[in-house]
């Protein structure tokens, strides 16, 4: 069994919490590594017991912690080079360091990771796949548009946790200066609620059990709208939507146990 808790997502912190019977990992650690610690205590989980924290991108809703959580527990820290240069910079130890392809796989404890480059306005952004014998979780944040191969990499996965970043119109509407809406819509930006919604729809009629919502906007967003649009192209889409979960990760707070 996979096990799957957002520890804190969206734009004030992000960080997963993954673990199967032997390996526990995180992916990002963009909360202060006090609140780290605190919340991963929530799960009976101490620092020293993660066996790795897989890493996206520089951004600080992703590391925010990471050099002084590392600091403490030195735990490895998955990254590619160029996002490497970037955490080096913040202080993190060089003991962590462990580099990988943007489009390779590795293993951590008995999880297989594969690698895959997401458009985003960063060094070297990346999403993960994370498998455990037959279960398979596709993690994707902080991306501005579906790039072709991301249909593959996700098909025959039991969770999704994909970016609902925005509502258009809220964004459009909005107060955010104008470069700022252009950034976020833009190709290296990030995924509204409806282009999320159309890639769930798609990969809804397989393997599909859990779907997770992540990295809300706080301002141009709402858990409601986010799943309503989800919840309403599945039911348009697939026959089976009834038999798949839909979480939404509500903005920076700790999120509930997901299994499959
Ligand atoms: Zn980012
Ligand atoms: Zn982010």
Redesign the pocket.
Known sequence: MLRLCALSSG?SG?ALFIESEETRILVDA?ISARELTKRLACLGVKPYELSGILITHE?S??IRGLQVFTKKNQIPVYCTSHTWKFLAVQGVSEICRRVIDSDGSFSVGDLEIEAFPTPHDAADPVGYCVTWQNSKIGIA??LGYIPEYLREKFRQSQMIFLEANHDVPTLLGGKYPHFLKKRILGNLGHLSNDTAAELLAELAGESLQAIVLG?LSRNNNTPEMALSTVQKKLANHCKKADNIAIHVCRHGELGEIISI
Do not use: F, K, Q
């Open positions: 734009s992000n963009g951004h809703d992703h944040t902080d990295h």
